[in-house]
């Protein structure tokens, strides 16, 4: 626990250092005006890196989580443009089952079929998106034909910060109280940790990482719709590569790939970083399109960290148990 503590701490200071690097240059981004602009649109990377958070931490990976967002934000699309009278309410409550929905297939898939995570969600990811595809035949929908109220919701100030913003800050708190205080939130841990000592105390592994999997669609189905009514458009490619940023948040963020460790807070600063870094760009004149190198540059660096301070806490245990003797 220490470790992830010290992690999370050389992550805050690393954005605290890169945003002071960038104002040095360009004041103007530290303004609040934009600080609140980066938070928003980090949001649903937060939104989604929580649902792949728990899905890793049960030694499991969901790289379905784009696709699901872009099916279930073009079908809130559809329904909003069929019925514009609609209420938001319902449109967003609908976008939780249907992610839901989309991730218990995953989670069915790996628990029932003992299909390894990676095929399962590489599979699904790509028939979401063919979805999408017969169900619009490659048309967008744009701005024009969504209501005020579908596209006005997540841009609504509330305090100075948009409600995407905000709806960001309430599922961190809610999956931070998960993870501390509920059965559900130690069985994440425990699975991954250690599946076969799971077991042994209760716990249905193949249950708990099908949870895990309904939660990360969920949150994935929540962000479709939010996505959608920000940017006022609806196609095929909709965060087209979008997963790689997820689990980058996650890993950069401290969780292991191998399941059983990291935390929310790490979690956060992990897709805050990459926020920063993404907002960034434009600002220093880099292209947007590397992006996607040093997201999976930072992967394949966080990854090796990980490992490395693996090792080292391994040493440490043999040395002790040497001098134990």
């Not at 809610?174 to 599946?195: H, Q, S, Y």
């Not at 458009?233 to 979008?242: L, Q, R, T």
């Not at 043999?318 to 134990?324: D, G, N, T, V």
Request: net charge positive; proline share 4%; glycine share 12%.
């Amino acid at each position: 626990m220490n470790a992830l503590k010290s992690r999370e701490a050389i992550l805050g200071g690393a954005i605290l250092v890169l945003v002071a690097l960038i104002a040095s240059r360009f004041p103007g981004f530290i303004a609040p005006a934009n600080i609140i602009a980066v938070f928003t649109d980090t949001s649903p990377l937060m939104i989604l890196a929580m649902g792949q958070m728990v899905v890793i931490l049960t030694r499991c990976i969901d790289l379905s989580v784009a696709a699901n967002l872009a099916l279930t934000g073009m079908v809130c699309a559809i329904i909003n443009v069929a019925a514009p009278g609609l209420p938001v309410a319902l449109i967003l409550i609908f976008a939780l089952f249907m992610g839901a929905a989309l991730g218990a297939i995953n989670g069915l898939l790996v628990w029932k079929l003992s299909i390894p995570p990676i095929v399962v969600t590489l599979g699904t990811m790509t028939i979401f998106r063919g979805v999408i595809f017969l169900l619009t035949e490659g048309k967008w929908i744009n701005a024009h034909e969504m209501s005020p109220s579908f596209t006005g919701v997540p841009r609504q100030d509330i305090l100075g910060l948009p409600v995407l913003g905000w709806i960001g800050i309430v599922v961190a708190v809610v999956m931070m109280v998960v993870m501390a205080r509920t059965t559900l939130g130690r069985a994440f841990f425990a699975v991954g940790g250690n599946p076969h000592a799971a077991v042994y105390t209760g716990i249905n592994v193949g249950r708990t990482q099908f949870l895990a999997f309904v939660i990360s669609g969920m949150l994935a189905g929540l962000t479709g719709y939010l996505w959608v009514a920000r940017y006022a458009v609806a196609y095929v490619d909709i965060a087209g590569g979008f997963e790689l940023d997820v689990v980058a948040a996650c890993v950069i963020g401290g969780i292991s790939i191998a399941g059983g460790a990291g935390t929310v807070v790490g979690t956060l600063l992990g897709a805050l970083f990459l926020g920063v870094v993404k907002n960034a760009l434009p600002v220093i004149d880099v292209s947007p399109f590397w992006q996607l190198a040093i997201s999976g540059a930072a992967i394949i660096i966080a990854v090796a960290f990980n490992a490395q301070s693996g090792r080292s806490k391994g040493r440490v245990i043999l040395k002790s148990a040497e001098h134990a003797q």
